[in-house]
């Protein structure tokens, strides 16, 4: 839960995909490092940082993929941290030379230089299902957004949205799980998401509008961790149409509305689209409806896939711990008991959930909904006595700081504790990222998070269907076995 761009990339990086397609393209120029590089890298600021480059073009991306599979990706980081006694070792992932900076100290560094030393890193050929991408992603285009998303995301702007989402909480909770004894909660999970997140960013709230969104949008997000091969029937050739498909459904709501601003019938200040049609640039140029489009279809994906990873591994956490459970069940209990019967949750409701807020940020570092992200070197520099040349991949593991030890005790334990008082040090806990990328939808992640948990405890206790399977899948976000099924136990009346 980087900013909502970085998010995008994220889902798009698939390891398995970017070794395949390394094998295909040609993704990488260089096997190995040549000597001339080492020497001359090693004479001007030192040596090279210690790794293995694991087999030519896979490197270790194989290694890097198990894990992820096995549920634990932090064991490749902290692993490799443990056999070269480093916090920074050299390796080759997704086909290029890469560095991986771990810990607090590795955090940090990224995040306090990005756009200097380091930037957003993402496969070249994502422009196949996002093809303005290329044309609208540069750093000028990133700062902007951020600050567009700023706009509508921080605080005070959300504050008048709480009412909103808790009758579309409302609603959700009444078409898609009452009146049932057993639901899969990662498939609800992601329609509550993508809802809040075409209501948020383009106001569509018809169902049936949503609806010729959502269908073709989840073949396209299956897409993005398809083999990149573009076959006809291959998944990643559906997925090229589905794209299409939803560009094309977003291209007619967004000409629908600048109609509608024309006339009067639509709000300047009503959401990111309308902001997005009404905003130039210094030089007095308005974004392109194609372009909006693509960045809407990426704010979709950001603002479905890892706030929904978030809400069903909750209820994962919930089930398999009843003492945690009852803790939120009374909490939002004495909330619901201050309120008259039909009045919305408002913004002093969620200032009051402190313990449920600690309980999902302990389900975060748990199972962080995006596990680590990727940069580039965009000059030489040198870290804690290692060079790192321009053009190197960087990858940082917020699952390697979560499940760190040395940072968290007992790391495999439950202890929303962690998160009382000033909670973890600074750089420790980074499901939102930091520094410049600290992600801009961290308010509104909190506000459909705490909105969703007061709907669930308020309704049913529930309990898993599979009791002693937690396994879960990490490729790359976290996937609760066969997408969490429960059962429902509603309260007595």
Same mark, same amino acid.
């Given at each position: 839960m980087e900013s909502t761009t970085m998010i995008l990339l994220v889902s798009v990086i698939s390891l398995s995909v970017s070794i395949l397609f390394a094998f295909l393209f040609g993704l990488h120029h260089h096997l190995f490092f040549n000597k001339e590089e080492k020497s001359a890298a090693a004479a001007a600021a030192g040596p090279l940082p210690p790794g293995?480059? #694991?087999?030519?073009?896979? #490197?270790?991306?194989? +290694?890097?993929?198990?894990?992820?599979?096995?549920?634990?990706? %932090?064991?490749?980081?902290?692993? &490799?941290?443990?056999?070269?006694?480093?916090?920074?070792? &050299?390796?080759?992932?997704?086909?290029?030379?890469?560095?991986?900076?771990?810990?607090?100290?590795?955090?940090?560094?990224?995040? =306090?230089? %990005?756009?200097?030393l380091v930037r957003a890193w993402f496969p070249s050929g994502i422009d196949k299902i996002f093809p303005s991408s290329t044309r609208s992603s540069s750093e000028e285009e990133g700062i902007?957004?951020?600050?567009?998303?700023?706009?509508?995301?921080?605080?005070?702007?959300?504050r008048r949205y709480i009412g909103k989402m808790d009758r579309m909480a409302q609603k959700h909770f009444e078409e898609g799980w009452e009146n049932k004894t057993e639901v899969v909660v990662l498939p609800l999970a992601k329609d509550y998401t993508f809802q809040l997140a075409c209501r948020l960013f383009a106001s569509v709230e018809d169902p049936q509008q949503v609806d010729r969104l959502s269908k073709p949008f989840n073949l396209l997000a299956s897409s993005l961790f398809a083999i990149p091969i573009d076959l006809p029937g291959t998944p990643f050739n559906k997925g090229i149409k589905a794209s299409k498909i939803v560009r094309q459904e977003l291209l007619s709501i967004i000409k629908q509305r600048k109609?509608?601003?024309? %006339?009067?019938?639509?709000?300047?200040?009503?959401?990111?689209? =309308? +902001?997005?049609?009404?905003?130039?640039?210094?030089?007095?140029?308005?974004?392109?409806?194609?372009?909006?489009?693509?960045?809407?279809?990426?704010?979709?994906?950001? #603002?479905?896939? =890892?706030?929904?990873v978030a809400c069903t591994f909750i209820v994962k956490y919930l089930a398999e711990l009843p003492h945690i459970y009852d803790g939120v069940y009374n909490e939002q209990m004495e909330i619901l008991k201050s309120k008259a019967p039909g009045d919305s949750l408002n913004w002093e409701d969620l200032q009051k959930m402190k313990y449920s807020w600690n309980v999902a940020c302990e389900v975060m570092r748990l199972a962080t909904p995006v596990p680590g992200t990727f940069r580039e070197a965009i000059a030489d520099f040198s870290y804690k006595g290692y060079f790192i040349p321009k053009g190197f991949k960087l990858y940082w593991s917020a699952t390697a700081t979560h499940k760190n030890p040395e940072i968290f005790p007992e790391p495999e334990k439950f202890d929303p504790s962690r998160f009382q008082g000033a909670g973890p040090a600074p750089y420790t806990f980074v499901p939102f990222g930091g520094g410049p990328r600290m992600c801009p939808g961290l308010e509104y992640a909190r506000?459909?998070?705490?909105?969703?948990?007061? +709907?669930?405890?308020?309704r049913f206790k529930f309990e898993k269907k599979i009791p002693n399977d937690g396994k879960f899948v990490v490729d790359p976000m976290p996937i609760p076995a066969k997408g969490l099924p429960i059962r429902l136990l509603p309260h007595e009346k």
């Open positions: 293995n480059m #694991g087999w030519p073009l896979v #490197g270790e991306s194989l +290694h890097f993929l198990w894990a992820g599979w096995k549920g634990h990706p %932090e064991k490749f980081v902290l692993d &490799r941290v443990a056999k070269y006694s480093s916090s920074v070792f &050299r390796t080759h992932l997704v086909g290029e030379k890469a560095a991986v900076l771990s810990g607090a100290s590795g955090n940090k560094f990224l995040f =306090s230089n %990005e756009n200097k902007k957004l951020r600050r567009m998303l700023h706009t509508f995301l921080k605080t005070e702007a959300l109609t509608d601003l024309a %006339e009067g019938k639509a709000s300047p200040t009503q959401d990111i689209l =309308s +902001h997005m049609l009404l905003t130039s640039d210094e030089n007095g140029k308005f974004m392109q409806e194609f372009d909006i489009a693509d960045k809407i279809l990426g704010l979709l994906i950001g #603002g479905r896939d =890892s706030a929904s506000f459909e998070i705490l909105v969703f948990m007061h +709907h669930l405890v308020k």
